[in-house]
Protein backbone atom coordinates (compact mmCIF):
# COMPACT_ATOMS: atom_id res chain seq x y z
CA UNK A 1 0.00 0.00 0.00
CA UNK A 2 1.58 3.22 -1.07
CA UNK A 3 1.26 6.33 2.04
CA UNK A 4 1.31 9.34 1.20
CA UNK A 5 3.49 12.15 2.18
CA UNK A 6 0.10 13.96 3.87
CA UNK A 7 -0.65 10.85 5.74
CA UNK A 8 3.26 10.36 7.57
CA UNK A 9 2.74 14.40 8.59
CA UNK A 10 -0.53 13.18 9.62
CA UNK A 11 0.42 10.19 11.80
CA UNK A 12 3.80 12.72 13.04
CA UNK A 13 1.20 14.96 14.16
CA UNK A 14 -0.91 12.83 15.89
CA UNK A 15 2.19 11.52 17.88
CA UNK A 16 3.57 15.20 18.89
CA UNK A 17 0.41 17.08 19.67
CA UNK A 18 -3.03 14.90 19.92
CA UNK A 19 -1.90 12.55 22.54
CA UNK A 20 -1.49 13.90 25.78
CA UNK A 21 -0.60 10.44 27.25
CA UNK A 22 1.84 9.32 24.72
CA UNK A 23 4.39 8.96 27.35
CA UNK A 24 2.33 8.28 30.48
CA UNK A 25 5.08 6.39 32.50
CA UNK A 26 7.72 8.80 32.33
CA UNK A 27 7.47 12.72 31.65
CA UNK A 28 10.56 14.21 32.27
CA UNK A 29 13.60 14.17 30.14
CA UNK A 30 16.63 14.87 31.35
CA UNK A 31 19.81 16.08 29.20
CA UNK A 32 23.03 17.72 29.92
CA UNK A 33 26.16 18.38 28.53
CA UNK A 34 27.61 21.53 25.96
CA UNK A 35 26.50 24.66 26.99
CA UNK A 36 26.86 25.57 23.03
CA UNK A 37 24.13 23.52 22.65
CA UNK A 38 21.92 24.26 25.58
CA UNK A 39 20.20 27.61 24.36
CA UNK A 40 19.12 26.00 21.20
CA UNK A 41 18.12 22.35 23.22
CA UNK A 42 15.86 24.95 25.74
CA UNK A 43 14.15 26.31 22.86
CA UNK A 44 13.39 23.14 21.28
CA UNK A 45 12.71 21.60 24.76
CA UNK A 46 9.90 24.36 25.24
CA UNK A 47 8.72 23.45 21.50
CA UNK A 48 8.27 20.10 23.13
CA UNK A 49 6.75 20.74 26.03
CA UNK A 50 3.98 22.59 24.16
CA UNK A 51 3.10 19.73 21.93
CA UNK A 52 2.80 16.94 24.39
CA UNK A 53 1.08 17.81 27.41
CA UNK A 54 2.94 16.74 30.82
CA UNK A 55 5.86 16.25 29.89
CA UNK A 56 8.84 18.30 31.23
CA UNK A 57 12.58 18.49 29.60
CA UNK A 58 14.95 19.75 31.69
CA UNK A 59 18.59 20.91 30.58
CA UNK A 60 21.73 21.40 32.51
CA UNK A 61 24.97 22.69 31.32
CA UNK A 62 28.59 21.39 32.63
CA UNK A 63 30.63 21.09 29.54
CA UNK A 64 30.95 18.17 26.63
CA UNK A 65 32.71 15.45 28.55
CA UNK A 66 29.98 15.34 31.54
CA UNK A 67 27.48 15.09 29.01
CA UNK A 68 29.02 12.13 27.53
CA UNK A 69 29.82 11.11 31.37
CA UNK A 70 26.37 11.26 32.66
CA UNK A 71 24.65 9.54 29.81
CA UNK A 72 26.89 6.55 30.25
CA UNK A 73 25.93 6.65 33.97
CA UNK A 74 22.75 6.84 33.13
CA UNK A 75 22.32 10.23 34.99
CA UNK A 76 20.44 11.60 31.85
CA UNK A 77 19.03 10.26 28.83
CA UNK A 78 20.75 12.45 26.89
CA UNK A 79 24.20 13.79 26.72
CA UNK A 80 25.01 17.22 24.71
CA UNK A 81 28.36 17.24 22.99
CA UNK A 82 30.03 20.04 20.84
CA UNK A 83 32.59 17.63 20.12
CA UNK A 84 33.48 13.84 18.36
CA UNK A 85 34.05 11.31 20.97
CA UNK A 86 36.85 9.18 21.58
CA UNK A 87 36.59 5.72 20.39
CA UNK A 88 37.03 4.56 23.95
CA UNK A 89 33.44 6.73 24.83
CA UNK A 90 31.48 5.49 21.92
CA UNK A 91 31.45 1.97 23.37
CA UNK A 92 27.49 1.11 23.78
CA UNK A 93 26.57 5.08 22.80
CA UNK A 94 24.22 5.86 19.75
CA UNK A 95 25.41 9.13 18.21
CA UNK A 96 23.46 12.03 16.87
CA UNK A 97 24.39 15.14 14.45
CA UNK A 98 21.91 17.64 14.75
CA UNK A 99 24.00 20.67 13.54
CA UNK A 100 27.87 21.96 12.82
CA UNK A 101 29.71 24.59 14.31
CA UNK A 102 33.27 26.16 14.81
CA UNK A 103 35.38 27.54 17.50
CA UNK A 104 36.44 31.40 16.92
CA UNK A 105 38.82 33.54 18.65
CA UNK A 106 37.06 36.22 19.82
CA UNK A 107 37.82 39.69 21.18
CA UNK A 108 36.06 42.91 22.28
CA UNK A 109 34.69 44.67 18.90
CA UNK A 110 36.85 47.95 20.33
CA UNK A 111 40.20 45.94 19.10
CA UNK A 112 41.60 46.92 16.55
CA UNK A 113 42.83 43.82 15.87
CA UNK A 114 41.11 41.58 12.95
CA UNK A 115 43.04 38.82 11.99
CA UNK A 116 45.41 36.36 13.83
CA UNK A 117 47.09 33.90 11.94
CA UNK A 118 48.06 30.70 13.61
CA UNK A 119 51.44 31.26 15.07
CA UNK A 120 50.19 34.31 16.00
CA UNK A 121 47.83 32.61 18.29
CA UNK A 122 50.87 30.01 19.37
CA UNK A 123 52.41 32.79 20.82
CA UNK A 124 49.49 34.85 22.59
CA UNK A 125 48.42 31.44 24.23
CA UNK A 126 51.64 30.43 25.59
CA UNK A 127 52.57 34.14 26.70
CA UNK A 128 55.94 34.26 24.25
CA UNK A 129 54.12 37.46 23.28
CA UNK A 130 51.98 39.52 25.94
CA UNK A 131 50.64 43.02 24.35
CA UNK A 132 48.52 43.98 21.82
CA UNK A 133 51.01 45.96 19.71
CA UNK A 134 53.13 42.82 18.72
CA UNK A 135 50.16 41.68 16.20
CA UNK A 136 49.02 45.80 14.68
CA UNK A 137 46.96 46.55 18.14
CA UNK A 138 47.58 49.12 20.99
CA UNK A 139 50.58 48.74 23.42
CA UNK A 140 48.12 46.95 25.84
CA UNK A 141 48.75 43.49 28.08
CA UNK A 142 46.46 41.10 26.10
CA UNK A 143 44.48 39.41 28.79
CA UNK A 144 44.31 35.51 27.68
CA UNK A 145 41.13 33.79 28.91
CA UNK A 146 41.37 29.75 28.41
CA UNK A 147 38.39 27.36 29.20
CA UNK A 148 38.01 25.03 31.72
CA UNK A 149 38.78 21.32 31.59
CA UNK A 150 36.08 19.01 29.98
CA UNK A 151 34.77 21.89 27.18
CA UNK A 152 35.16 20.59 24.05
CA UNK A 153 37.01 23.73 22.79
CA UNK A 154 39.85 23.52 24.99
CA UNK A 155 40.93 19.98 22.65
CA UNK A 156 39.44 21.39 19.66
CA UNK A 157 41.91 24.36 20.46
CA UNK A 158 45.10 22.43 22.05
CA UNK A 159 44.84 20.37 18.57
CA UNK A 160 44.82 22.80 16.39
CA UNK A 161 47.61 24.68 18.22
CA UNK A 162 49.72 21.22 18.37
CA UNK A 163 49.72 22.27 22.55
CA UNK A 164 49.02 19.87 25.24
CA UNK A 165 46.18 21.20 28.45
CA UNK A 166 49.33 21.99 30.34
CA UNK A 167 51.25 24.80 27.33
CA UNK A 168 48.09 26.72 27.21
CA UNK A 169 48.63 29.94 30.05
CA UNK A 170 45.61 31.92 30.12
CA UNK A 171 45.19 34.79 32.94
CA UNK A 172 41.43 33.60 33.73
CA UNK A 173 39.48 30.82 33.42
CA UNK A 174 35.71 30.52 32.01
CA UNK A 175 33.59 27.69 31.80
CA UNK A 176 30.18 28.56 30.45
CA UNK A 177 29.86 30.50 27.19
CA UNK A 178 28.14 33.48 28.62
CA UNK A 179 30.83 33.55 31.12
CA UNK A 180 33.04 34.32 28.21
CA UNK A 181 31.12 36.90 26.45
CA UNK A 182 30.88 38.38 30.41
CA UNK A 183 34.73 39.03 30.85
CA UNK A 184 35.16 39.87 26.88
CA UNK A 185 32.64 42.66 27.17
CA UNK A 186 33.89 43.87 30.04
CA UNK A 187 37.45 43.82 29.17
CA UNK A 188 38.85 45.24 25.58
CA UNK A 189 41.92 44.19 25.94
CA UNK A 190 40.79 40.05 26.28
CA UNK A 191 40.99 37.03 23.75
CA UNK A 192 38.89 33.84 24.33
CA UNK A 193 37.35 30.73 22.20
CA UNK A 194 34.20 30.01 21.92
CA UNK A 195 31.92 28.80 20.05
CA UNK A 196 31.25 30.77 16.11
CA UNK A 197 27.57 29.92 16.37
CA UNK A 198 26.81 31.60 20.04
CA UNK A 199 29.64 34.26 19.22
CA UNK A 200 27.46 35.03 15.67
CA UNK A 201 23.88 35.28 17.98
CA UNK A 202 25.47 37.14 20.38
CA UNK A 203 26.76 40.10 17.43
CA UNK A 204 23.21 39.72 16.20
CA UNK A 205 22.20 40.88 19.43
CA UNK A 206 24.33 43.82 19.45
CA UNK A 207 26.58 42.24 22.08
CA UNK A 208 30.30 44.19 21.95
CA UNK A 209 32.35 41.12 20.08
CA UNK A 210 34.07 40.67 17.02
CA UNK A 211 35.13 37.04 15.97
CA UNK A 212 38.57 37.78 14.39
CA UNK A 213 39.29 36.10 11.31
CA UNK A 214 41.62 33.11 11.36
CA UNK A 215 44.45 33.15 8.52
CA UNK A 216 42.50 35.56 6.36
CA UNK A 217 39.41 33.48 6.74
CA UNK A 218 36.33 35.19 8.69
CA UNK A 219 34.74 33.00 11.68
CA UNK A 220 31.64 33.09 10.09
CA UNK A 221 28.43 30.13 10.23
CA UNK A 222 28.98 30.41 6.20
CA UNK A 223 32.35 29.26 5.99
CA UNK A 224 31.29 26.62 8.44
CA UNK A 225 28.54 25.60 6.31
CA UNK A 226 31.65 25.54 3.33
CA UNK A 227 33.83 23.78 5.11
CA UNK A 228 36.58 26.87 4.54
CA UNK A 229 37.04 27.35 8.23
CA UNK A 230 39.95 26.13 10.08
CA UNK A 231 38.26 24.91 13.28
CA UNK A 232 34.77 23.16 12.47
CA UNK A 233 32.86 20.67 14.94
CA UNK A 234 29.64 18.30 15.35
CA UNK A 235 26.99 19.29 17.66
CA UNK A 236 25.62 16.15 19.07
CA UNK A 237 22.77 14.32 20.93
CA UNK A 238 24.27 11.21 22.65
CA UNK A 239 22.15 8.46 23.80
CA UNK A 240 22.19 4.67 25.18
CA UNK A 241 21.30 2.16 22.79
CA UNK A 242 18.23 1.16 24.85
CA UNK A 243 14.51 2.13 24.18
CA UNK A 244 13.17 4.72 25.82
CA UNK A 245 10.14 6.00 23.75
CA UNK A 246 9.91 9.72 25.47
CA UNK A 247 13.66 10.57 24.58
CA UNK A 248 13.57 8.44 20.95
CA UNK A 249 10.81 10.75 20.05
CA UNK A 250 12.30 14.08 21.28
CA UNK A 251 15.39 13.13 19.29
CA UNK A 252 13.68 12.50 16.11
CA UNK A 253 11.87 15.73 16.91
CA UNK A 254 15.05 17.83 17.14
CA UNK A 255 16.66 16.21 14.07
CA UNK A 256 13.55 16.93 11.80
CA UNK A 257 13.93 19.18 9.07
CA UNK A 258 11.19 21.31 10.69
CA UNK A 259 13.69 22.65 13.59
CA UNK A 260 16.55 23.71 10.96
CA UNK A 261 15.17 27.60 10.90
CA UNK A 262 15.27 27.45 14.68
CA UNK A 263 19.04 26.34 14.53
CA UNK A 264 19.64 28.64 11.81
CA UNK A 265 18.33 31.14 13.87
CA UNK A 266 20.75 30.30 16.52
CA UNK A 267 23.80 30.63 13.94
CA UNK A 268 24.50 27.13 13.64
CA UNK A 269 24.56 25.18 10.40
CA UNK A 270 21.96 22.23 10.34
CA UNK A 271 22.19 18.94 8.95
CA UNK A 272 20.29 16.57 7.17
CA UNK A 273 19.70 13.49 8.45
Not at 39 to 50: A, I, M, Q, T
Not at 199 to 225: C, H, R, W, Y
Amino acid sequence: MKVSHFTIVLLLSTLFSSTPNAFATDKRLSLSGSSTLAPLVSELGKRFESSNAGVRVDVQTGGSSRGIADVRRGVVSIGMSSRTLHPEEETDLQIFTLAMDGVAFVVHKDNPVSNLSKQDLLEIFTKKKTRWSDFGGTDDQIVVIDRARGRSEVELITKYLGLTKKELKGDLIAGENQQCVKIITGNPNAIVYLSVGTAAFMVSQGTPLKPLDLEGIPATTKNVALGTFPIVRPLLFITKKDENALRDAFVSFASSEDIHELIKAHAFVPVHN
